[in-house]
């Protein structure tokens, strides 16, 4: 795998769509130091307050959510680790990032719908499982417009697949944002 010392890869898509499988590959597979960020972590420190992220009046938390993720993921970048950002990071949330001093690659995993909500509703826990917040989040990927090439469609692809097709996507150069 390339040197990404002092990059930060968003890795980003909807629920069931690979993210996490994806990231915890990655960091694994690089020789240096890494560090994997899973969004819903830093959505689950808030406790008291707490407004789910997938509704409209979550908004003003959500840009919070991504400021605070954007400085943990520079403040890792520049002690040279290489920062994977697993979450849902919508192209008006990527703001704060663009601010950043740093190399930023932005993927997107993208499977079809039926296979978005399936895979969901396979995962066990306190996942997503519902097929409605699930499919809105979903429409949020498909009009990506000049960030229509930062996109990988992964509805046939095995983990190994994706985790190859992310790999490639870094090497290529193509998915950096900055």
Not at 14 to 26: D, Q, V, W
Not at 54 to 72: D, F, P, S, T, Y
Not at 132 to 139: D, E, N, Q, T, V
Request: proline fraction near 6%; glycine fraction near 8%; hydrophobic fraction near 40%.
């Amino acid at each position: 795998m390339l040197d990404l010392c002092g990059h930060i890869l968003i890795l980003t898509g909807a629920p069931g769509s690979g993210k996490s499988t994806t990231a915890k590959r990655l960091v694994a597979a690089v020789s240096g130091p890494a560090v994997h960020l899973h969004s819903d972590d830093f959505w689950g420190f808030i406790k008291n307050g707490r407004i789910q992220p997938w509704l409209r009046e979550a908004h003003k938390q959500n840009e919070i959510v991504m400021g605070v993720l954007a400085q943990a993921a520079e403040g890792y970048a520049n002690g040279a680790y290489f920062v994977v950002l697993d979450g849902i990071v919508v192209p008006w949330f990527l703001h704060p990032f663009r601010k950043l001093k740093r190399p930023i690659h932005y993927v997107v995993l993208r499977p079809r719908l039926d296979a978005t909500i399936e895979r969901s509703q396979q995962r066990g826990g306190e996942s997503l499982h519902d097929p409605g917040p699930i499919s809105a989040l979903h429409r949020e990927f498909l009009a990506m417009g000049e960030l229509e090439k930062h996109v990988i469609e992964t509805t046939n692809q095995t983990p190994d697949d994706t985790h190859a097709a992310v790999q490639a996507a870094l090497a290529s150069g193509r998915f950096r944002l900055l």
